[in-house]
Nanobody, 123 residues
Framework: QVQLVELGGGSVQAGGSLRLSCAVWEYPISRHILGWFRQAPGKEREGVAAIDSDGVSSYADFVKGRFIISRDNADNTLYLQMNNLQIEDTATYYC?????????????????WGQGTQVTVSS
């Protein structure tokens, strides 16, 4: 059974940094597209960043220049380095395994999901 486990969430002040990780179990990720999404209270889940099997990445405009997505196929792990965090970045962050790459990750293109990790940014 495929399992995705996110770690690294927490509370940070605006301007700070966090690094999220996503360990994938029972599913070799090397040939697959991986993505990060987030959902704030009262809002729809939205795509944040994605990376394909060649390491090509794409980002939502609201995180470009601040977040970096990376992957370690040997460890079957996905990462999201989040810098210069802002209050509006507060959300539950999810990792996912997808089947199609687009400019901004789309929910419908992903079929395996983690349980989420909370990121809270305060002033």
């Amino acid at each position: 059974q495929v399992q995705l486990v996110e770690l690294g969430g927490g509370s940070v002040q605006a301007g700070g940094s966090l690094r999220l990780s996503c360990a994938v179990w029972e599913y070799p990720i090397s040939r697959h597209i991986l993505g990060w999404f987030r959902q704030a209270p009262g809002k729809e889940r939205e795509g944040v960043a994605a990376i394909d099997s060649d390491g090509v990445s794409s980002y939502a405009d609201f995180v470009k220049g601040r977040f970096i997505i990376s992957r370690d196929n040997a460890d079957n792990t996905l990462y999201l380095q989040m810098n210069n965090l802002q209050i509006e970045d507060t959300a539950t962050y999810y990792c996912a395994v997808g089947r199609r790459m687009s400019g901004v990750p789309l929910n419908d293109d992903y079929n395996y999901w983690g349980q989420g990790t909370q990121v809270t940014v305060s002033s």
